[in-house]
Structures are given as C-alpha cells and as structure tokens.
C-alpha cells in the first residue's frame, strides 16, 4: 500500500500559475506509474495527466495539454503538476493517484492508491 499526500494548491487569478506536489510513501515509487485527476463540484473525476515510472511518456488530457506540465523525482519520491495559465474551468480537488503499472495510466481503473486531494480555486 502506498500513502500520498498532496500540497501546492490555493486561490489565484485567471492566467496564474500553480505547483502541485505529491509525496509517495509506503511502497517503492519508482516502479510504477503515477497520473493526476481532478474533481469538479457536481462533476465525475477526470483525468489529467499522467507519467510512466521512467519520466520518458507522459501524456495529458486534451483540455490542459500546453499548459500542464507532470514529472516526477523518484529520489525524493514526488510527483508534480505544473500549471500554467490557470483558468476558472481548472477548478477542481486535484488528486495525485498511483497505478497499479509502470505504463502510462489514464482510466481510474488503473489506480490503485489516492491522495486526499487539493483544493485549486481560479478566479477571473
């Protein structure tokens, strides 16, 4: 089992830029895959981005391709989320997730471990 504790979420303006963190603890990081969700008030949770055990495939939702960024640093045991150019349709509980592979995952499904998620509020 592997705990995940996220960070890095807040309040900003249209066109900010935020940097989401997740911590990973409890089972070897590195040899598997880790991916982002986000939750809307009243909406289902979709994916956001993901990035394969390595650091050499990631892949994105199609509505933040351009302006989020995922990587990952298995020395320290964290996943990011760069987001830049932030707008009020970002707003969600972002969620750091780990999957159950060291592929690329993009379907809840695959995850098998999640965060408590945080907050990310973009006004305009």
């Known amino acids: 089992q592997v705990q995940l504790v996220e960070s890095g979420g807040g309040l900003v303006q249209a066109g900010d830029s935020l940097r989401l963190s997740c911590v990973a603890s409890?089972?070897?990081?590195?040899?598997?895959?880790m991916g982002w969700f986000r939750q809307a008030p009243g909406k289902e949770r979709e994916f956001v981005a993901g990035i394969n055990w390595s650091a050499d495939r990631t892949y994105y939702a199609d509505s933040v391709k351009g302006r989020f960024t995922i990587s990952r640093d298995n020395a320290k045991n964290t996943v990011y989320l760069q987001m830049n150019s932030l707008r009020p349709e970002d707003t969600a509980v972002y969620y750091c997730a780990s999957s159950r592979f060291n592929v690329v995952a993009t379907s809840l499904p695959e995850f098998r471990s999640w965060g408590q998620g945080t907050q990310v509020t973009v006004f305009s």
């Open positions: 409890g089972r070897t990081f590195s040899n598997y895959a």
